[in-house]
């Protein structure tokens, strides 16, 4: 059969050669040599080739091309994520069985287990542990992974230190230097190389560059541009052979999608930061001809990323159907290890949160998002706490960053567990001395993010403003007033106003750098929690209101 293809294939330029040679191969017979000119020589050798189609056709294609190649096998990996989980333990017996779940289903050399940061902060398992309880889950569920967060810095190098300390399992973060900060040198990687189905996955991580304005890192710690330094670690990783790519991010969902569109060779970006649900899970991100998938698992360990991924051989992902994002209740079967630990770090808390402090009237409403883009009743509420304990002081207003209000607070019983739920990261009061201009300097950064969501939104009190939020950031506040026993009266650039603001924020903490360089400053050492705590038991029962402290115009 490769004679007759070889023979059919010839240039036809002399029709009877032609025909004469495929005659014989067919038939066995040699054809007139003539020049099939007349018309009952063409018939017979157009009969001759019809025969020899008739025969191609009846045999197998293997008899003429050999076997045909087999579909390419994809590798599988099955990708678990959790994210900004910010000590929120109630849960995480079920996360843990979750886990196991997934596990048992694929095989533990066929799964990845990752946290995107922000591991610290949010509940008094925190305040009372300092992210060693959430510390003990991690390493019970076996993570393989985990970036820095900005949390992570909250009290310090000193926590972050002995969290790392104790972990079994690599924290990475490519874009922060920690080589001058003596307690945390060394500690952690820029990225991670993990076997997995037979393959290699390179894991690099990624935090946020304001975390030294958001949290408190302190003066030795570096923070560089993420961008660059995503583009730097593909670069390392496809230098040493690694095709499947995962970038650890926790810098912000909206980020995420431009890193996915501006940076090549990124197969999956697991994130944190904005506590985002996503619509769509995953996001996919195809700016390169190649799918990016962008995933992020919301907050307070409400949910569990799970990513079914098939790889080609050249480490595209070509298949995630099933991923999905999995909410974690209570009714969900419980890891009985992990119950019976969760019980040992509860029971010290039991009786604090049992307390009760007093009542409340109406809804507090701590809302993630209005507590950082309008005024709310839980922060007007906090904010009189605040002028209300310092009034030794004098102080003449309060200033408290929407970001360190994490919870509401419903009708009804308070009790300290609320509290402390509203303002976990046991910050304490300082009064200082600021000048009008740096008293609009200080909102004007509190709302030139607000769009954003972002954490240094301002609760106020003995102060009211407007502001527009479409005006360029630097130029939104249109107008600040002090009360006064004779009423509100406008700011003066020149005078001087004393004010009650936290440690967070008299550090220079989301982005207030105005605050640095106040006068007369006093460290009160009221802790914030116990200050509200102590207001509420005074003031009960509470129904604080919207009194327009803070107007949108527009």
């Known amino acids: 059969m490769v004679h007759l293809l070889t023979e059919i294939q010839l240039p036809v330029k002399k029709p009877a050669l032609a025909c004469g040679r495929l005659l014989q191969a067919t038939t066995g017979h040699h054809a007139p040599t003539a020049t099939c000119d007349t018309i009952h020589e063409a018939m017979r050798y157009f009969g001759a080739l019809i025969a020899a189609v008739v025969l191609l056709l009846a045999l197998p294609a293997s008899s003429c091309f050999g076997t045909p190649p087999a579909p390419e096998t994809l590798s599988a990996i099955t990708v678990l994520h959790t994210n900004d989980t910010h000590a929120s333990l109630d849960l995480v017996a079920q996360r843990a069985a979750l886990v196991s779940q997934a596990r048992s289903e694929v095989g533990k050399n066929n799964l990845l287990l990752l946290d995107a940061g922000d591991v610290f902060a949010g509940t008094p398992y925190f305040t009372l542990y300092h992210g060693l309880a959430d510390l003990w889950f991690f390493n019970y569920m076996a993570y393989d992974v985990m970036c820095l967060g900005n949390h992570e810095f909250d009290e310090g190098p000193p926590s972050l230190a002995k969290f790392i300390d ?26 991670v190389i993990l076997d997995r189905g037979g393959q290699k996955f390179g894991v690099f991580g990624l935090l946020i560059e304001d975390t030294d304005e958001i949290s408190r890192p302190g003066p030795t710690v570096k923070f560089s541009d993420h961008t660059e330094s995503a583009r730097k670690m593909v670069a390392e990783l496809q230098k040493r052979g690694i095709s499947r790519i995962i970038a650890l991010t926790h810098i912000g969902w909206d980020i995420d999608l431009k890193l996915a569109k501006d940076v090549d060779g990124i197969d999956l970006i697991v994130g944190g930061h904005s506590h985002t649900v996503p619509d769509k899970y995953p996001t996919v991100v195809n700016s390169d001809g190649t799918p990016t998938l962008v995933v992020q698992a919301g907050a307070y360990n409400k949910y569990l990323g799970r990513l079914d991924l098939k790889f080609d051989r050249t480490g595209v992902i070509r298949q995630w159907q099933g991923s999905r994002l999995i909410p974690i209740m209570d009714k969900l079967p419980a890891d009985s290890a992990c119950s019976a630990k969760l019980s040992e770090y509860a029971a010290p808390l039991a009786g604090l949160r049992k307390t009760v402090t007093g009542r409340t009237a109406v809804l507090l409403d701590g809302d993630h998002d209005r507590v950082r883009s309008q005024e709310t009743n839980l922060g007007n509420l906090i904010a009189d706490s605040m002028l209300w304990r310092a009034a030794e002081s004098k102080p003449q207003i309060a200033i408290v960053n929407g970001g360190s209000i994490r919870a509401s607070i419903p009708p009804g019983e308070i009790t300290m567990g609320d509290v402390l739920n509203v303002l976990p990261f046991n910050g304490y009061y ?55 026993p004779a ?53 009960s029962p509470v129904s604080p209101q919207i009194e327009g402290r803070i107007v949108r115009l527009n």
């Not at 104790?166 to 990225?191: C, H, M, R, W």
């Not at 603001?501 to 400053?521: E, S, T």
């Open 166 to 191: 104790g972990a079994i399992f690599p924290v990475i973060s490519a874009n922060v230097d920690l080589s001058q900060e003596a307690l945390l040198a060394g500690k952690t990687k820029q990225y």
């Open 430 to 484: 300082l009064a200082v001395d600021l000048t009008g201009r740096q008293l609009i300097a200080a909102l004007e950064n509190g709302v030139s993010q607000a769009e954003e969501m972002a954490g240094r939104f301002p609760q106020v009190s003995g102060l009211r403003f407007n502001w527009d939020p479409k005006a360029l950031p630097g130029s939104r506040i249109k107008g600040v007033e002090i009360k006064t």
């Open 487 to 539: 009423g509100y009266k406008p700011v003066d650039p020149d005078a001087t106003y004393r004010a009650v603001i936290n440690n967070y924020l008299a550090g220079g903490g989301d982005g207030y750098n105005m605050f640095v360089n106040a006068a007369n400053v006093i460290d009160l050492g009221y802790p914030d929690y116990e200050t509200l705590a102590d207001y509420i038991k005074a003031m």
